[in-house]
């Protein structure tokens, strides 16, 4: 297994410019998530999924928009990027509602 | 949404024990106390659940409040790679939000 991947590692976008992180686990996990780490601060919860057609809010979605059509996806749109959205983006997978998270290796973004 | 309080940091010898504090005084009959680790640069990492028991595995032990209204994990000999910020989190059975708090910075001095 693969476990949870995210591309791409690094990302430099100019204000205004609009990308998608992708994310995919290949453990058939139900609830997926994307949190957000400023530098020196917590982790903080952008989206989250429970299973595929199935997403919600987290702490601080605003200016940005997930989707998951199947189990295994789950990317996370950017639609018109901030500077205040600089920052390292986690995505994260758990199998069942309450099990354990797995979390990717992370892409560190910078908006100019 | 239930929350967990941590002390901000602490701080350790090598190969001596770590106990490391969480108070979750609004939690609920259902919900999991997780703990994730997050060394420097990379993705937070799991290191130990439980519901209501003590719980042992080869990173740590756990030991839950008899109220379950506290936690604390347990790293018998701290070594220099135990060096992280420790996450006292709460996790719904039934799904929903996972909301991590500023976590408890370990420091491990030789």
């Known amino acids: 297994n693969a476990g949870v991947t995210q591309t791409p590692k690094f990302q430099v976008l100019k204000t205004g410019q609009s990308m998608t992180l992708q994310c995919a686990q290949d453990m058939n996990h139900e609830y997926m998530s994307w949190y957000r780490q400023d530098p020196g601060m917590g982790l903080r919860l952008i989206h989250y999924?429970?299973?595929?057609?199935?997403?919600d809010q987290g702490e601080v979605p605003n200016g940005y928009n997930v989707s998951r059509s199947t189990t295994e996806d789950f990317p996370l749109r950017l639609l018109s990027a901030a500077p205040s959205q600089t920052s390292v983006y986690f995505c994260a997978s758990s199998f069942g509602q309450g099990g354990i998270l797995y979390f990717g290796p992370g892409t560190r973004l910078t908006v100019t | 949404d239930a929350k967990t309080t941590q002390p901000n940091s602490m701080e350790s010898n090598e190969e001596e024990p770590v106990h490391l504090p969480c108070n979750h005084s609004?939690?609920?009959?259902?919900?999991?106390i997780h703990w994730y680790r997050q060394l420097p640069s990379q993705g937070p990492e799991y290191v130990i659940h439980g519901l209501t028991s003590n719980v042992n595995n080869r990173m740590a032990s756990l030991a839950i409040a008899e109220d379950r209204k506290s936690s604390t994990l347990i790293l018998h000999r701290a070594t220099l790679r135990d060096a992280a910020v420790y996450y006292c989190?709460?996790?719904?059975?039934?799904?929903?939000?996972?909301?991590f708090g500023q976590g408890t910075e370990l420091s491990v001095k030789p």
């Open positions: 989190i709460l996790r719904q059975y039934r799904g929903g939000k996972l909301i």
């Open positions: 999924s429970v299973g595929a057609g199935i997403t």
């Open positions: 609004t939690i609920s009959g259902t919900d999991y």
